[in-house]
């Protein structure tokens, strides 16, 4: 506080909050530096909370008002006062000061500012503690459920990019070496899954984020007759914290999100990833829309897959947030530190980056609707002759040849090697195995017949492998109608 403040003074006029900010300032012999103001206010990075703050202390005001704390019209002049606060925010008026540190004092001393008294008495039973708690756990809960929407509108994409290319066959890796045959529409579904358990994720985490701080008070809880669970009711969260000391110190919340979305980040950066060798000329299995490439500035042929690289880059980012956040919490007693205040930019960041790329790689695998024909463009193009043509490369019939085998009689072990001789074979003369006479075949194997070609085609390699969860289009096409029953 400054000087000119006398110490003794019991009570700072509105104005004197609104410009000092420094409610607990009588005890204070000097006023804080500029810097150490700079360094620890977080206001110009929490003011986006606004909402979730504003949101919070009605209903806390509310509850004061029912339970005989306040007046009633005290909490009618909050919400007036918080009604005329939601204006100049969203127009751009109200003026953000360093001076008041964070959010919550900003808006506190503005609504004394503009009702008075009634302003003074919101903190009733409230410490800032179990407030910011509140805020962020409000903030993050809305920020979740767009971050499910968004996870929702990928799989459809993949589900759409998956219908169209159930018959498409490429080859199945690993290693990244040939392996088996497989249906690009099974290679897309794969994505749905981790798409699908990351939106599960995300609705688990939700019920730990969606319970509530507020009563805590600064630690202890408080001496008011508060209801809790009221508040609990108004702000639609799920319960209440259980422990006064856990309730205003716990940010495992925030911690649990930022695990779910580093694995959200790092499903797209394996499928940024895969997109970027498959549009590699080497491969030319697909191609993406011209408005997520940038060429070169001195290569006029190029067209660099940016925004696949900059996601796969972007995960790092992420990951390195959770990082951020489970070693801030490590070293923290019980029950609120300063330390806390840095759980904020890291979860911000982490929300923004998180929302950003999925609505970008949704559109980029699955294109946008175009109005005049209300159907999607501009999605990824499949390059299915080239797709075959890499099939058919690498022996990846090999193991149906030896499944073959197995069907006539032989140990699987024995097949296995027979196959191998007969793959030998097929590299010296540079042909594929269904390439060989049948002569040549059963030289290996007398048991070997003309229908060993259909086994040997990429299609009947595929439809052999009719197992639930199999890469059999068959198989695929029943994945696909769950998918749809459950996404739309
Ligand atoms: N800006 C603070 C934060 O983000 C609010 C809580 C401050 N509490 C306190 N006791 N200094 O954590």
Redesign the pocket.
């Known amino acids: 506080m400054s000087s000119d403040t006398p110490a003794t003074s019991p009570q700072p006029s509105a104005n004197q909050l609104a410009t000092k900010a420094q409610a607990w300032s009588a005890l204070f012999s000097e006023p804080m530096s500029d810097l150490v103001k700079r360094y620890t206010s977080?206001v110009f990075f929490?003011k986006r909370m606004w909402k979730a703050d504003i949101t919070g202390s009605l209903a806390h005001a509310e509850m004061l008002a029912a339970q005989g704390v306040i007046a009633q019209a005290d909490y009618e002049a909050i919400q007036k006062g918080m009604a005329q606060i939601q204006e100049e925010i969203e127009s751009g008026a109200f003026e953000w000061q360093l001076d008041l540190?964070?959010?919550?004092l900003n808006i506190e001393a503005r609504l004394t500012a503009l009702v008075g008294d009634a302003g003074k008495r919101l903190h009733t039973g409230r410490?800032?503690?179990d407030?910011?708690a509140t805020d962020v756990r409000l903030w993050l809960r809305d920020e979740i459920d767009l971050i499910a929407g968004l996870l929702n509108e990928l799989q459809l994409s993949l589900v759409e990019v998956a219908e169209q290319n159930v018959d498409v066959i490429l080859p199945g890796f690993t290693h990244l070496q040939v392996a088996q045959p497989v249906s690009f529409g099974h290679h897309m579904l794969a994505y749905v899954e981790m798409f699908k358990r990351d939106a599960e994720r995300m609705l688990d985490v939700r019920k730990r984020v969606n319970v509530l701080p507020l009563g805590s008070a600064?630690l202890a809880g408080t001496t008011y007759p508060l209801d809790r669970e009221r508040v609990a009711r108004t702000l639609g969260m799920e319960g209440v914290c259980q422990n006064s000391l856990d309730g205003v110190s716990d940010r495992d919340f925030a911690i649990e999100f930022s695990a779910a979305a580093s694995l959200v980040m790092v499903h797209i950066s394996r499928l940024s990833e895969e997109l970027i060798v498959w549009m590699s000329q080497n491969f030319g299995f697909i191609k993406i829309a011209d408005r997520f490439t940038t060429g070169s500035s001195i290569m006029p042929q190029k067209k660099n897959p940016d925004v696949p690289e900059l996601a796969r880059g972007k995960t790092g980012r992420v990951v390195g947030h959770l990082m951020g956040l489970i070693t801030l919490m490590k070293g923290q007693p019980l029950a609120?530190n300063?330390d806390?205040?840095e759980?904020?930019e890291p979860l911000f960041d982490t929300v923004d980056t998180l929302k950003d790329t999925l609505r970008i790689f949704a559109e980029m695998i699955g294109g946008q609707v175009n109005p005049a024909t209300g159907t999607k463009e501009g999605g990824i193009t499949v390059n299915a002759a080239n797709m075959r043509a890499a099939a058919l490369k690498g022996y990846a019939t090999a193991t149906d040849l030896a499944d073959y085998l197995v069907k006539k009689g032989l140990p699987f072990r024995d097949a296995h090697e027979t196959v191998a001789h007969a793959v030998k074979l097929a590299t010296q003369k540079g042909v594929d195995l269904s390439e060989l006479p049948l002569e040549e075949l059963q030289s290996f194997n007398p048991n070997v017949q003309a229908d060993v070609f259909e086994v040997l085609s990429l299609e009947g390699s595929l439809n052999a492998r009719n197992t639930l969860g199999g890469t059999a289009p068959a198989q695929v096409r029943a994945q696909l109608q769950r998918h749809r029953a459950r996404l739309g």
């Open positions: 977080s929490d540190e964070d959010v919550h410490s800032r503690n407030q910011v600064a609120y300063k806390n205040q759980d904020k």
